[in-house]
């Protein structure tokens, strides 16, 4: 009996060590393929875009200050 465990454990390692090397492929495979995870700088609609500029936060304060001129003006007319 102990002789019939043994060799399916053996059979049961073999078939361990061959998936392993076959996902240690395929991983090495992916890796070098992509690069990129999300595929979104290589996405068509997305080619023409450019990054937000060092400015962006002085269009937040601007739309801010205007946010809150309507909103004091708007109170101060009984609005």
């Known amino acids: 009996m102990a002789i019939m465990m ?15 090397a076959d996902l240690r ?3 090495q495979t992916t890796k070098d393929v ?3 995870k999300d595929f979104v700088e ?3 609609y997305v ?5 937000t500029g060092s400015f962006a ?4 304060v601007i739309v ?3 946010l809150v001129m ?4 708007g109170v101060g007319r009984g609005i």
Do not use: C
């Not at 936060?57 to 937040?60: E, K, Q």
């Open 57 to 60: 936060w002085l269009w937040i």
């Open 34 to 36: 992509s690069e990129d």
């Open 70 to 73: 309507l909103i004091a003006f």
């Open 6 to 20: 043994n060799r399916e454990d053996d059979k049961n390692e073999e078939l361990t060590r061959r998936i392993n």
């Open 47 to 51: 080619k023409d875009f450019k990054k």
């Open 42 to 44: 290589s996405s068509e």
């Open 64 to 66: 801010v200050v205007i």
């Open 25 to 27: 492929a395929k991983v």
